[in-house]
């Protein structure tokens, strides 16, 4: 839409609020709402001010004025506001320069779709992601200097198979939830709102089912869209099913791993390269793929460790990134095989349908960074030809040690992951798509909040095993 359009679609919808949406570095979306009068024509150039430094990892107390700069093609009406609101996601802009703000997520992923079209390779990347999420009655945790802890509850919980009371049975085993029909499925009809909702925010829907684990996991599968929109799409994804489970008196986390000894969630992530509208992917070698695809899948092998940083970016997604549990903690590729790091989908002989999937990220990364990173390793295996070497045709999880010992693995923790993107990020750099800052800054952030403050508390766990040592 036109900035005009986008004023005509709000008096259309009766709009007598604006939200302006952005997206700080670690993924959390953050608002601010203005009477409908205060938007024209002029504020998709003027755009609107706010305090950036009092955004997580943002700018500094004596650089603090910003710009949020609306994008008239991301309007649509919030369907959970009671006062009618039109909702715009926006771009940051310095107030003074009129240049874009390095820390924006959204600046750096609009970037890596420059950087492509420039290269020459291809002039848009597809991504298809699949966010896995689980569905609470209950959620309570708090940390303090004498205590921590956290307790769950879910009424389609294994866990709950023996109340004595409003006990009417039908859930999940431990690992066995794939695609159970009602009543063992409790939650149809949520998710069936959920995409109800979603179609009416302009989101393309292709599925949804319930998935592996007990309590409550689910996935409602998007169809592709370009980088920044699939990562815009994302964000709207993850609001939707949060409100829609909120509103039922549910809650809902993207959390990798919230369940021990069940599996977790991830955001398996299809991409693919296309130019002038031909499918880049598509050819006659190994699974149907073109060599171009093949030096795709070696970049991301090849930077699979550095990238985990950004795909996998808490302590809690690397207690999902463990053997036995379907996660993709070796880095092969092979066709059908959910046990490699990179599956190549075969539904379908259509070149159009070539594909990649990505599968260590998880739904705790920020999309925009994550479907830029991937982009970025990708592009640089076909700049480099760099090649994947041999595929991997067999379950990865039943190879003896031996087999293993050739086959690299994802980091084991956080902080080994920002250990290997700071070893290895040069990729990133191509085009000042990423910055030294902007990575150090990252990095830094990390170690500090959620690494190091995970590291210096004691663990539950910790007073089971040494309390009487």
């Not at 159970?180 to 302009?202: F, K, W």
Request: proline residues 7%; charged residues 25%.
């Amino acid at each position: 839409m036109t900035p005009k359009e986008v004023l005509d679609f709000a008096k259309e919808k009766g709009a007598r609020q604006v939200d302006l949406r952005f997206t700080d570095l670690p993924g959390i979306s953050h608002h601010v709402s203005y009477p409908i009068s205060e938007l024209s024509e002029e504020s998709f150039e003027e755009g609107f001010g706010f305090d950036g430094s009092s955004i997580r990892a943002w700018a500094v107390i004596h650089e603090s004025d910003m710009l949020l700069i609306p994008d008239p093609n991301t309007a649509f009406m919030d369907p959970f506001a009671e006062t009618p609101t039109l909702v715009m996601v926006c771009d940051i802009v310095d107030p003074i320069t009129r240049q874009h703000y390095e820390r924006d997520p959204r600046w750096i992923a609009k970037k890596t779709e420059a950087y492509l079209a420039a290269t020459g390779v291809a002039d848009t990347a597809y991504f298809g992601a699949e966010a896995e999420f689980f569905i609470f009655d209950n959620i309570r945790f708090d940390q303090r200097e004498h205590c921590g802890y956290y307790f769950i509850d879910a009424e389609e919980g294994r866990w709950n198979t023996g109340r004595e009371q409003n006990n009417l049975g039908y859930r999940p085993r431990y690992k066995e939830g794939y695609f159970p029909v009602p009543p063992t499925d409790h939650y149809q009809d949520l998710r069936s709102r959920m995409v109800q909702v979603m179609m009416e925010c302009g989101l393309a829907i292709e599925c949804h089912h319930h998935e592996v684990a007990t309590g409550g996991q689910g996935e409602i599968d998007q169809r592709f869209d370009t980088l920044v929109r699939a990562a815009d799409n994302m964000m709207l994804y993850k609001y939707i099913v949060r409100n829609v489970a909120y509103r039922a008196g549910k809650t809902v986390t993207f959390m990798p791993k919230p369940i021990f000894g069940d599996n977790g969630s991830g955001m398996h992530t299809h991409q693919s390269l296309w130019k002038e509208g031909k499918p880049l992917f598509a050819g006659d070698g190994y699974a149907g793929l073109s060599q171009l695809a093949m030096y795709y899948i070696g970049g991301l092998l090849r930077h699979a460790r550095a990238l985990s940083a950004i795909i996998a970016p808490t302590t809690n997604s690397y207690k999902r990134l463990t053997p036995g549990f379907e996660a993709p903690v070796n880095l092969a590729y092979s066709r059908r095989n959910r046990s490699a790091a990179v599956r190549i989908p075969m539904y379908s002989p259509s070149p159009k349908s070539k594909r990649v999937e990505f599968r260590p990220p998880d739904p705790s990364c920020n999309p925009y960074l994550a479907f830029a990173a991937m982009t970025m390793a990708g592009l640089d295996g076909v700049l480099n030809k760099i090649d994947p070497g041999e595929a991997l045709d067999k379950d990865i999880y039943d190879l003896t040690p031996e087999e293993l010992r050739n086959v690299p693995s994802m980091p084991a923790s956080l902080e080994e992951a920002l250990d290997c993107l700071e070893q290895d990020h040069a990729f990133l750099l191509k085009g000042d798509v990423f910055t030294e800052e902007l990575l150090e800054t990252y990095i830094n952030y990390k170690r500090t909040a959620e690494a190091a403050a995970v590291r210096l508390r004691p663990h539950p766990y910790e007073f089971a095993l040494y309390y009487d040592i």
